[in-house]
């Protein structure tokens, strides 16, 4: 026999062999690609299957750290301090003043800044002793916002007596915005 036809024969048989080899491995997934898929398909489990929602996706909050306030640029009225009033040639805190300073010491002990607080009066009386009465009025406050727990550290006091008003005329209510204690950035 020749030995090249054989080898020709044998390389075709080889080459067949691996043509049908091919075709029955793909074929072997079934001709059902449903069931593959879908490992429910063809059960009856008497249970309607419902869609459920994607799970919620983390919001990225990197970008978004809410920046502290740069409270040294601040007036202390921007961050919550109000102006407390004293009635006529008096100095001592009411109790509508001790709830404003108890809301003040929050924000200051936040804040963390140094503040002036002027005391303030109305025009009566003469320079010398309104002068003394806004400095007692700026003292009652700092020695009240200290017992809150606002570092006295931080508190510093003066007294423009009757020379800074608030609001100009010579009214009773002119009068009663003008006796405060005041804060402000030192």
């Known amino acids: 026999m020749n030995r090249g036809w054989m080898n020709r024969t044998m390389m075709m048989v080889t080459g067949m062999t691996l043509v049908l080899a091919m075709v029955l491995l793909s074929g072997c997934g079934g ?38 306030p740069d409270y040294e640029s601040m007036d202390p009225s921007d961050y919550g301090v109000d102006d407390v009033f004293f009635d006529f040639d008096q100095y001592e805190l009411d109790n509508e003043a001790m709830g404003i300073l108890s809301s003040n010491a929050r924000a200051m002990r936040e804040a963390g800044t140094v503040i002036l607080i002027s005391g303030h009066c109305d025009e009566r009386g003469t320079l010398e002793y309104n002068l003394a009465l806004g400095e007692k009025r700026a003292n009652a406050v700092r020695d009240y916002l200290v017992s809150l727990g606002v570092p006295k550290s931080r508190l510093r006091v003066t007294s423009y007596g009757e020379n800074r008003p608030f609001s100009r005329g010579s009214s009773d209510h002119a009068w009663a915005q003008n006796r405060r204690a005041h804060f402000e950035r030192p």
């Not at 069931?35 to 309607?48: K, L, R, S």
């Not at 799970?55 to 502290?68: C, G, R, S, W």
């Open 31 to 68: 001709g059902n690609n449903d069931i593959q898929d879908d490992p429910t398909a063809g059960m009856d489990t008497g249970t309607q299957v419902e869609d459920l929602p994607p799970p919620p996706v983390a919001e990225d909050t990197t970008d978004q750290i809410p920046a502290t």
